[in-house]
Structures are given as structure tokens and as C-alpha cells.
């Protein structure tokens, strides 16, 4: 019990602290959420992901593993979310956003800060995380919206513009530099290093202002479901596949520890553009943070114990 305060205090309660921040100051000034989200995913994120990967010790092999776990992990993932979806007789769009709901969970915003705080900043640790981060964002905004788009234009616009996100390049220049050992010009190396540092603050605040801008008029049985499904069987499932797969160390618990995370605003924000119900998604989004604040603190300490 000593052990599980402690991670809730000294983990998750700073996060609380900072997102609390953002939404009281979004509700207060109503902070332009779109330039905010616009800051993180063209400045920070790009930044932060590079400087991980350059300063990291990846074995590529892992790496390769790493995301054949996460597409099997995510194709479960699936079948179980319908299968649940399908038992409380939801109607189509409903599958689709219950679905998506559990599908993408918030390992950028949310999962990076648990991260840096649990792994007390270890560049290895963040390596993976980063991995996990360009997944989701690759997926939510590929399959999440060919899910609920009717257009095939629409949808193949969407999926062309992640390659133009600097994001991506982050990624792929951060891999680049790391495997053929490419040095870094002092002054670029600085420059970046003080982009990432911003990132944890920045992303916790930009949470909690797109949560601020959440807005529903109920709450349904269906989506306290799905935000259950979220942070028990999501994290559930993950366990399963880890030990079948006799994963361990530091990369079991990082995926353990993410696969815990709540629901995505993004799964929320592509279900406003491209969904009759959107209100549906941001109820499974709330509840799931809410609750997320126990649930990943008890993840966090199985993780911890068992890998």
C-alpha cells in the first residue's frame, strides 16, 4: 500500500497538478486549443523525438519487435472492443467510436511525462516511449479516420498528410543519426535539447486545455464501459501478450505502463470532424483520464513488481 501511495504521489499527482493547470487557465482566458496543439506537434514533439533517439542506445532488432507486438497488440485490441460492443448491442457509429475509444490511447501527452517519471529520465526507457507515441499518432490519424470518413478522398488526404508531419521526420532523422552514429553540429544540439526540455510541461498544460474543450450533456453506461475496457482489459491484454511472448525488463514495463493510459482527445477530436455522436468519444475520453489517476498508478506498480 506504502509503495502505491508513493507512485501516486510522486507520480501521477504532479502530472494531475500541471493538467489541472491547463484546464483552469483554458476555462479562464479560452486559449486558442488548435495553436496550442499546433505548438506541440510542430515544435516540441518533432524536437523531443529526435534528441530521444540520437541520445539513445536502440537495438534495431528490438525495435522491429517492438512493433510487430504493438500491431498484434492493436488487431486484440480490436476484436475484443467489438466483441464488447457487440454484447451492449451499440449501434454502428457507436462500435466504431467504443472501438477507436480503445484503440488509441494518450501515450504522447499523458504516457511520455509518466514515463520520464517513472524511468527517472533514462534515454532507454524514452526510446521506446517514443516509439509507442509515433504508432498511436500514426494509426489515429490513418485507421481512426478511414474508420468513421466516408469519403476515400478524405481518407486518402489523411493518411498522405502524416508524411508531411514533422513528426515523422523527427523519427526517421532521429533513427538515421543514431544508427550510422552521425555527429551533431554543438549548435543545433543545443538548440534542440532546449526544445525537448520543454516538452513534459508544455504537453501535460495542452491536456488539460483540450480536455477543458471537451464538452458533453450526459454520461452513458456504455461509455463508462468503454473507459473501463480503456485502463482494465487494455492493460490486461498487454500483461497476456507480454508473458506469452516472455518479454521483460524495461520494455515490458514500458508497454505494460502505456497500455494503461486513457482514451486519446485525439479518438475525441477525429470523432467531431467525422462522427454523428461526438459527444459519445469525448465521454469515454473524460471518464477514462478521471479514472486513469488510480488505475495507472496500480499498472505502474504490477509493472514494476512482476517485470
Do not use: C
Request: aromatic share 14%.
Amino acid at each position: 500500500m506504502n509503495e502505491f501511495i508513493f507512485i501516486f504521489t510522486s507520480i501521477i499527482l504532479p502530472i494531475g497538478l500541471i493538467v489541472g493547470t491547463g484546464h483552469v487557465i483554458q476555462l479562464k482566458f479560452k486559449l486558442d486549443r488548435s495553436t496550442l496543439a499546433k505548438l506541440s506537434i510542430h515544435y516540441v514533439m518533432p524536437a523531443f523525438i529526435f534528441m530521444s533517439l540520437y541520445e539513445s542506445s536502440i537495438d534495431f532488432s528490438l525495435l522491429f519487435g517492438v512493433m510487430l507486438f504493438l500491431i498484434l497488440y492493436a488487431l486484440l485490441s480490436f476484436i475484443l472492443s467489438r466483441l464488447i460492443a457487440k454484447a451492449m448491442k451499440l449501434d454502428k457509429d457507436r462500435t466504431v467510436l467504443f472501438t477507436n475509444a480503445n484503440l488509441f490511447y494518450n501515450a504522447g501527452n499523458y504516457g511520455v511525462p509518466v514515463n520520464d517519471l517513472v524511468f527517472r529520465s533514462d534515454p532507454y526507457a524514452m526510446s521506446i516511449q517514443v516509439i509507442l507515441v509515433v504508432f498511436q499518432n500514426m494509426f489515429a490519424f490513418s485507421y481512426g479516420i478511414f474508420s468513421l470518413s466516408a469519403k476515400n478522398v478524405g481518407r486518402a488526404k489523411a493518411l498522405l498528410s502524416y508524411f508531411k508531419m514533422p513528426i515523422f521526420y523527427g523519427l526517421l532523422l532521429g533513427l538515421i543519426f543514431n544508427y550510422f552514429h552521425l555527429p551533431m553540429p554543438a549548435p543545433f544540439e543545443t538548440a534542440l535539447d532546449y526544445m525537448r526540455n520543454v516538452m513534459i510541461g508544455l504537453v501535460l498544460f495542452i491536456l488539460g486545455a483540450q480536455i477543458a474543450g471537451i464538452r458533453f450533456s450526459r454520461l452513458r453506461w456504455s461509455a463508462f464501459v468503454g473507459a473501463l475496457a480503456r485502463l482494465i482489459i487494455g492493460p490486461a491484454l498487454a500483461f497476456a501478450m507480454l508473458m506469452l511472448f516472455n518479454m521483460e525488463g524495461v520494455v515490458a514495463q514500458v508497454i505494460l505502463i502505456t497500455s494503461a493510459m486513457p482514451a486519446a482527445v485525439n479518438s475525441s477530436i477525429i470523432a467531431q470532424e467525422y462522427s454523428d455522436d461526438p459527444e459519445y468519444a469525448a465521454e469515454i475520453v473524460m471518464m477514462s483520464t478521471l479514472l486513469s489517476s488510480v488505475t495507472v498508478s496500480a499498472i505502474i506498480y504490477i509493472a514494476l513488481a512482476v517485470f
